[in-house]
């Protein structure tokens, strides 16, 4: 059986064949860098990171390849009005979104290119576009895609032209159509300098949809076997990448893959719901393996209803997956890492590698890992070691395509601490014990007694911070 992955294009599923035997290509639209990375982001790169994970398994050698876009109206005006240089606001959120894939095990792309690093690429598609009667020139520095010029225009998302929503740039005067869209952009003024390059149409900045088209070719080639995003991705971003490498000549992908977003009480996440849904700030309230486990066990193409039942429920399947992995371990120790990486599709459950390669069926898939645990809990209730190494090789390496093998970097740590989290509770325990004198010397008006408490606290490293909802602790220089 060969992997079948639902194609948005042509709305089915339908198996990946890819271009080159052996070998797939994938372009990922990767982050604007502009802000902090929220949990919608992780979403879209969790699921495209079991895509990876799940083709390298089956043996393909796949390349990568997932950009950032890195100049775009909204850094250019929040870094103007925190007053700091837009290269230099760009690339601290691009380390933002680095240690947030990094801290969700989310591995690194073959390649990451920016935008700003392309113009070259860029000018040369403009110019092909420009000569095949595709693009016009507007006022200086501005050059658009002439819409009307190209019948395949809307295919993507089925859309007739006369239905579209018109594109955002459409209040540009120099428009010949207000469906066409910008390819290059004058600077506006007041923008810096630094903000535009020199071109044969006049100084600018590219337009998002272009910058994709211009890598992807640069990377994966004129035609290329996977292109994802999320689905908000749709229209117009991807409908107009495809309508500039098509009308430039090139096939593009051949497969459209777009991943659902993620629901707050129902509602797409959105900035409005504020700072919590930051990964950073996530990542303070729940551990990492279970953030994960809540954003991608979910089928990619399902919403994923982040609230505190979501968490719950990873967590209880995280701490039951890690469990059994640690016992196993004490009984049968660990079975090395190269061997879970061997286990090709063959060797494996096949209703795992069923489901799988039914367009990434994750539910179905996570049910037969959750039957090898059970088979590995039995057999360590029955101290067979046999029975109980293979379980913990199946289930390790089944969780190792979701990205969820408690023994794998970035987990290691924190799934081998069993002994770590005992001591910390233990010690947990005991400052609260402080804590609890300490809060009863205040209601007594015992003030030296209370200072002495958190002084004493504070000799052992630990830092209290006195809160409306009560006193909370750490230790000095973590946080
Ligand atoms: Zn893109």
């Known amino acids: 059986m060969t992997l079948r992955l639902y194609d948005s294009a042509t709305r089915s599923v339908r198996p990946l064949e890819p271009l080159h035997p052996g070998k797939v290509g994938i372009y990922l639209c990767g982050a604007t860098v502009q802000g902090a990375p929220h949990v919608g982001h992780m979403r879209a790169s969790i699921a495209f990171d079991v895509l990876v994970r799940w083709l390298r398994r089956c043996g393909y050698e796949v390349t990568f ?8 109206d909204k850094i250019l005006a929040k870094s103007a009005e925190a007053g700091v240089a837009w290269w230099a606001w760009a690339y601290r959120f691009e380390q933002e979104f680095t240690a947030a894939y990094d801290a969700l095990g989310v591995l690194r792309p073959t390649y990451e290119p920016r935008a700003t690093g392309h113009v070259t690429e860029m000018v040369e598609l403009m110019e092909r576009l420009l000569a095949a009667g595709h693009a016009y020139r507007g006022e200086e520095g501005n050059v658009y895609f002439d819409v009307s010029s190209l019948p395949d225009y809307g295919s993507l998302t089925r859309q007739a032209l006369e239905n579209m929503t018109v594109a955002e740039d459409d209040a540009e005067p120099d428009k010949r159509d207000p469906h066409d869209f910008a390819v290059w952009k004058a600077p506006k003024p007041g923008e810096p300098e630094t903000a535009s390059w020199p071109t044969p149409f006049g100084r600018g900045r590219p337009g998002w949809h272009l910058e994709c088209s211009a890598m992807a070719r640069r990377y994966l080639g004129d035609t290329f076997d996977i292109h994802g995003g999320g689905i908000d991705l749709r229209f117009p971003h991807h409908e107009n990448e495809q309508a500039q490498s098509h009308a430039a000549g090139y096939g593009f992908a051949r497969h459209w893959v777009h991943n659902a977003w993620v629901t707050t009480g129902g509602e797409k996440m959105s900035k409005s719901l504020g700072n919590s849904l930051v990964v950073a700030n996530a990542l303070e ?3 990492a393996p279970v953030l994960r ?6 089928h990619y193409r399902s919403t994923v209803e982040f609230s505190d039942v979501t968490i719950a429920e990873a967590t209880g399947s995280w701490e039951r997956f890690a469990g059994f992995v640690t016992r196993a371990v004490e009984r049968v120790g660990e079975v090395p890492a190269a061997e879970i990486a061997a286990k090709g599709p063959a060797e494996l459950p096949a209703a795992f590698v069923e489901a799988m390669d ?3 069926n994750i539910s179905a898939a996570l049910a037969v890992v959750h039957e090898h645990l059970r088979a590995g809990n039995t057999a360590l209730a029955e101290q067979d070691d046999v029975a109980t190494r293979d379980a913990q090789l199946q289930v390790r390496a089944m969780l190792d395509v979701l990205g969820l093998d408690p023994l794998a970097e970035p987990w290691r740590t924190a799934a081998a601490g069993g002994a770590e989290s005992a001591e910390r509770e233990a010690l947990d325990a ?4 402080v804590l609890t004198e300490r809060v009863a010397a205040r209601k ?3 003030w030296q007694r209370a200072d ?3 002084d004493q606290l504070a ?18 220089g973590t946080n």
Do not use: C, Y
């Not at 486990?293 to 979910?298: D, E, K, N, P, Q």
């Not at 005991?430 to 014990?433: D, P, Q, R, Y």
């Not at 000799?459 to 000095?476: C, I, S």
């Open 65 to 72: 390849i997932r950009n950032v876009t890195d100049i775009d």
């Open 358 to 360: 039914d367009d990434l």
């Open 452 to 454: 002495a408490l958190r």
């Open 459 to 476: 000799e052992a490293g630990v830092v209290v911070e006195d809160g409306p909802d009560g006193a909370r602790w750490q230790l000095k």
């Open 444 to 446: 007594n008006k015992d």
């Open 293 to 298: 486990f809540a954003l991608g066990t979910v």
């Open 285 to 287: 309230r729940t551990s």
């Open 430 to 433: 005991l400052v609260t014990a």
